[in-house]
């Protein structure tokens, strides 16, 4: 199975700031990675596939890039709404599998 | 807009079957899709189970893979997971989607006697 580790596990930032996340993958998947968006009690929400490729309705703040091993998650001008647990998966091969998430809180 | 919506039993005793069912509507199921079940145990991450084709094509997680089967049935527009021999490890939020685009809302299933 391809281990996908994202870091940091948590973090703390305010509203405004730029974060990023990291996601590593234990072998190159090519640009075959998904970023979540999971608030509590509500199902994940898909914000971007093919590394970069931002879905339909999801806001131009959110950006994603990377390629082979190491991908990242990059939000600006964090709002209120945006204090959620986010998710990376690869689908470059089988099994599918996530990150462990990264709980982005409000400081 | 495609919508998915998680139907079964919410309590499933020691050693039984886990039954869940996806209904797909606003989209076809017998389009260019792969209709997926992951799960979530209270508080942890994901799990992706398995995917089927509209073909009846399946991909599972070895880790399951002994005990799963994903079944779709394109008259009804929908998707079915059975999980066997249960235990409480198997206590979990069970979400379908569509690819990595649309999903349930998710049904928790508990495992207890």
């Known amino acids: 199975d391809i281990q996908m580790t994202q870091s940091p596990s948590s973090l703390s930032a305010s509203v405004g700031d730029r974060v990023t996340i990291t996601c590593r993958a234990s072998?190159?998947?090519?640009?075959?990675l998904a970023w979540f968006q999971q608030k509590p009690g509500k199902a994940p929400k898909s914000l971007i596939y093919a590394a970069s490729s931002l879905q339909s309705g999801v806001p131009s703040k959110f950006s994603g890039s990377g390629s082979g091993t190491d991908f990242t998650l990059t939000i600006s001008s964090l709002q209120p709404e945006d204090f959620a647990t986010y998710y990376c998966q690869q689908y470059g091969s089988y099994p599918r599998t996530f990150g462990q998430g990264t709980k982005l809180e409000i400081k | 807009q495609v919508q998915l919506q998680e139907s079964g039993p919410g309590l499933v005793k020691p050693s039984g079957t886990l039954s869940l069912t996806c209904a797909v509507s606003g989209g076809s199921i017998s389009s260019n899709n792969w209709w997926s079940w992951i799960r979530q145990p209270p508080g942890k991450g994901l799990e992706w189970i398995g995917e089927i084709y509209h073909s009846g094509r399946t991909n599972y997680n070895p880790s399951l893979k002994s005990r799963v089967t994903i079944s779709v049935d394109k008259s009804k527009n929908q998707f079915s997971l059975k999980l066997s021999s249960v235990t409480a490890a198997d206590t979990a939020l069970y979400y379908c989607?569509?690819?990595?685009?649309?999903w349930g809302q998710g049904t928790l299933v508990t495992v207890s006697s």
């Open positions: 989607a569509r690819n990595t685009d649309y």
């Open positions: 072998q190159g998947i090519s640009n075959y």
